[in-house]
Nanobody, 122 residues
């Protein structure tokens, strides 16, 4: 079992910056990928950014050029640096971890954090 814990959410003014962190821990596992999703009331959860263990990244069009995702494999921790924030970025941000037992050929399992609130408002 993998535990996922997010931190770093909060209130920030428009144009400001915020960094989210997400640490995975638990029984022995290998990370395939980690990512950040966000959700607002009444809407589906959407992918914000993802990174594979090999370092490949991808971003939603709405955050390209403003958000940066990075992975510290040694710490099993993923970061999301968010710059030039706007009220449209207000949401609960969830961390997703795709992981499997070391050496496993099976598809990775997904693990989710509890979410952290990001509010962009003046």
């Amino acid at each position: 079992q993998v535990q996922v814990v997010e931190s770093g959410g909060g209130l920030v003014q428009p144009g400001g910056s915020l960094t989210l962190s997400c640490a995975a821990s638990g029984s022995i596992f290998s990370i395939y990928a980690m990512g950040w999703y966000r959700q607002t009331p009444g809407k589906q959860r959407e992918l914000v950014a993802g990174v594979t263990s090999g370092g490949n990244t991808h971003y939603a069009d709405s955050v390209k050029g403003r958000f940066t995702i990075s992975l510290d494999s040694a710490k099993s921790t993923v970061y999301l640096q968010m710059d030039s924030l706007s009220p449209e970025d207000t949401a609960v941000y969830y961390c997703q971890v795709a992981a499997m037992p070391p050496g496993s050929a099976a598809p990775p399992d997904d693990y989710w954090g509890q979410g952290t609130q990001v509010t962009v408002s003046s």
